[in-house]
């Protein structure tokens, strides 16, 4: 069945250095990956996505890539920030969101 | 985006009982899902949320434990029966239109 696998599972980063998580997928028909980000007790926000017709997407601090030959995608978070703290999730799915399969997670710490 | 709210936002039940959640959106969408994620893990579909029809179930879920109403584009409800406490959990109701978006979630704790 359908897979998102996401490394690593937990990245501990000094205050303004980059951090950089990692995903792959399984459905050669995915065509939409989002990336959530869930504070503790709260749900996940939405904070970039990209849809497979691009490669590359940036928002301020916030890059996504897309290499859909490798079926991988990554986030990119520059200059980071305490308040970057939480754990972020990968997904992937069909046109309009049908059926989204979510990667395993990563606890993104860092420490000022 | 979508503003969606859920009902309760938590509650602590005995097993054998069961809880019905309530996921209302301020608009129409064409696809509701439910989601579950226990303590530490990734959200997990449990099915989507049909209108008009009966929902779609993923593999390792059933009607019978997890029966899903949607009667109109704004409205759902999952209820999760005869609990026990490995069905302590948060539930998420979501909506996708061209994004997803999720709904605060209902921590359920169960004794």
């Known amino acids: 069945g359908e897979n998102v696998e996401q490394h690593p599972s937990t990245l501990s980063v000094q205050e303004g250095d980059s951090a950089v998580i990692k995903c792959t997928y399984s459905?050669?028909?995915?065509?939409?990956f989002p990336w959530y980000k869930q504070e503790l007790g709260k749900r996940p926000q939405l904070i970039i996505d990209?849809?497979?017709?691009?490669g590359e997407k940036k928002d301020q601090r916030i890059a996504v890539t897309l290499n859909k030959t490798a079926k991988h995608f990554s986030l990119h978070i520059t200059e980071t920030q305490p308040e970057d703290s939480a754990v972020y999730f990968c997904?992937?799915?069909?046109?309009?969101?049908?059926?989204?399969?979510f990667g395993a997670g990563t606890r993104l710490f860092v420490k000022a | 985006s979508a503003v969606i709210s859920q009902k309760p936002s938590r509650d602590i039940c005995q097993r054998g009982t069961s809880l019905t959640i309530q996921c209302q959106v301020d608009?129409?969408?064409?696809?509701m899902f439910w989601y579950r994620q226990q303590p530490g893990q990734s959200l997990t579909l449990i099915a989507t949320?049909?209108?008009?029809?009966?929902?779609?179930?993923e593999s390792g879920f059933v009607i019978d434990k997890f029966p899903i109403s949607r009667p109109n584009l704004t409205f759902s409800t999952l209820t999760v029966s005869n609990m026990s406490p490995e069905d302590s959990s948060i539930y998420l109701c979501?909506?996708?239109?061209?994004?997803?978006?999720f709904g605060p979630g209902t921590r359920l704790l169960v004794l």
């Open positions: 979501s909506v996708s239109e061209e994004t997803q978006y």
């Open positions: 459905d050669s028909a995915s065509n939409y």
């Open positions: 990209i849809r497979s017709n691009v």
């Open positions: 997904a992937a799915s069909g046109v309009g969101g049908f059926k989204t399969i």
């Open positions: 608009s129409q969408v064409t696809m």
């Open positions: 949320a049909n209108q008009g029809s009966e929902a779609t179930y």
